[in-house]
């Protein structure tokens, strides 16, 4: 089992729609953290949380440390933000990343 | 503010060569990390350093690879006598040092063995 599971795997969508990604790990965290993966290779930091809730333009990422679960919503959604998406975590006393296996999102004009 | 640099953003080498991988973090930042993406495949951690220290190389094939951070200029990630499986993008990150800090993403080095 990975460390850090993300759902689904691919997700195709409508232009407009309300995405959501989802991600569980089955550890304490010092961090969650979500990046995009353009088509191109290129990586992006989008958040970094430990709890709450962040937002950023139309990306929302909230986080429940109980329950070892984040979410990542995209509003309004287009066809720009087709991209792998990922979330990964790290641990106190050790800042390495440890990756979900990535979310590919395709969203249709 | 320049971003994680990474050179050569492409590289071919045949089997039995070596590769270096170069990065130069971003100013200010003291912290390391080199990440392996097999095609197809998701990002794994390789290595972890900080100015002149390996922090954690448990990701890190324990032949033919090893890596650096001197005091002065890039770090260095160096594959030896390389092999088909060694294809891959490899990423560096850097960042701050202090807790809990994000990690900036360079553009990648695309490894190609003939």
């Known amino acids: 089992k990975n460390e850090v599971e993300q759902s689904p795997q691919n997700l195709t969508a409508q232009e407009g729609e309300f995405i959501t990604i989802n991600c569980s790990y089955s550890?304490?965290?010092?961090?969650l953290h979500w990046l995009q993966q353009h088509p191109g290779g290129g990586i992006v930091s989008l958040f970094m949380?430990?709890?709450g809730k962040k937002k950023h333009g139309r990306l929302i990422a909230t986080i429940n440390i109980q329950e070892k679960h984040s979410s990542l919503h995209i509003t309004a959604s287009h066809p720009r933000d087709s991209a792998v998406y990922i979330c990964?975590?790290?641990?106190?006393?050790?800042?390495?990343?440890?990756f979900g296996t990535g979310t590919r999102l395709t969203i249709i004009p | 503010n320049a971003g994680v640099m990474q050179n050569p953003r492409h590289l071919v080498r045949r089997r039995g060569q070596e590769a270096r991988l170069r990065c130069s973090p971003m100013?200010?930042?003291?912290?390391v990390y080199w990440y392996r993406q097999l095609p197809e495949e998701g990002l794994k951690f390789m290595v972890y350093?900080?100015?002149?220290?390996?922090?954690?190389e448990s990701g890190m094939p324990k032949e033919r690879f090893s890596a650096e951070f001197p005091k002065e200029g890039p770090s260095i990630l160096r594959i030896q006598q390389v092999v088909r499986g060694d294809s891959a993008a490899y990423f560096c990150?850097?960042?701050?040092?202090?807790?809990?800090?994000?990690?900036?993403f360079g553009p990648g080095t695309r490894l190609t063995v003939l």
């Open positions: 990150a850097s960042s701050p040092g202090l807790a809990y800090n994000e990690q900036f």
């Open positions: 550890v304490g965290i010092s961090a």
């Open positions: 949380l430990s709890s």
């Open positions: 990964a975590r790290t641990l106190f006393g050790n800042e390495k990343l440890t």
């Open positions: 100013k200010g930042h003291s912290h």
């Open positions: 350093l900080q100015k002149e220290n390996i922090i954690d």
